[in-house]
């Protein structure tokens, strides 16, 4: 068992006892429901789907929600059944990502039949490619010479970009591997441009290599392998 489960169990039961009726479903998704987790770099990703999200139901979930964060682990996100359904076109990643790789806590499996419009994803894809580019690239201004920072940076965004990454494929028709990894190199091997620099931080985020790998040189290839990406993703989708 991780050492995480624990934990789950006893929020689990906060909730239910929170919301009562009103809970229709939790979920744990993300790397801890896909065997991509690695303590220290990864977080417990959750989403709660409810009947009602008024007022009074927040509050009663506000104790609850507190404590968990005040553990040091994100706030769940948290949305109606209506919600789920209604926005499916404008959160077309996420829920892709949720109803891929998830776990059900409590409640139904409301994200096993959830229909996703993939009209809009591709732009989503693009969007928060280039979004997330432009983060990096304010990060590592603030950072200034800061290795720690930049090494902080590089293992923080990593997952975000081999998620986008998954996508990516997915946008190119072609089915996206499971493993962070191998979504990278094969999008590399597709768009021709350098896997390795992400490969090496993988490799600090798993334990594989010390976290002194993550130089300068190191985020200068992962900078530049993004920007490759980003516009060989943009040329092959021009005009779909």
Sequence with gaps: ???????????????????????????????AAGGEYH?????????G????LDADALARLHPVVDFWTRKGHPAPLLLTLHELHSAA??????????????????????????????DRHRH?????LRTNLLRLRQAALAAGDG??????????????????????LLALGVEPPESRREACRRLAALLDFDAAPFETVLDVREGKRP?????????????AAIV?????????????
């Excluded at 689990?12 to 929170?18: F, G, N």
């Excluded at 303590?39 to 989403?47: A, P, R, Y």
């Excluded at 959160?91 to 229909?115: N, T």
């Excluded at 190191?218 to 900078?223: E, H, K, R, T, W």
């Design 39 to 47: 303590g220290g770099h990864s977080d417990l990703n959750l989403v």
């Design 147 to 168: 290795d720690s920072e930049l090494r902080a940076i590089l293992l923080g965004s990593a997952a975000t970009f081999a998620t986008l990454f998954r996508h990516a």
């Design 49 to 52: 789907v409810f009947d009602h």
């Design 1 to 31: 068992m991780m050492d995480y489960e624990k934990e789950l169990g006893g929020l689990v039961e906060q909730v239910k006892r929170a919301a009562g009726a009103n809970l229709r479903s939790f979920v744990l998704y993300g790397s």
């Design 228 to 240: 490759a990406a980003v516009d060989a993703f943009d040329r092959r989708t021009a005009g779909a």
């Design 89 to 118: 076109d404008v959160f077309a990643i996420e829920f892709l990502d949720i109803r891929a790789r998830h776990r059900v806590l409590a409640g139904d499996d409301v994200f096993a039949g959830l229909e996703v419009p993939m």
């Design 211 to 223: 976290e002194s790998a993550l130089d300068r040189g190191v985020f200068s290839a992962y900078l």
């Design 124 to 128: 989503q894809v693009e969007r928060e």
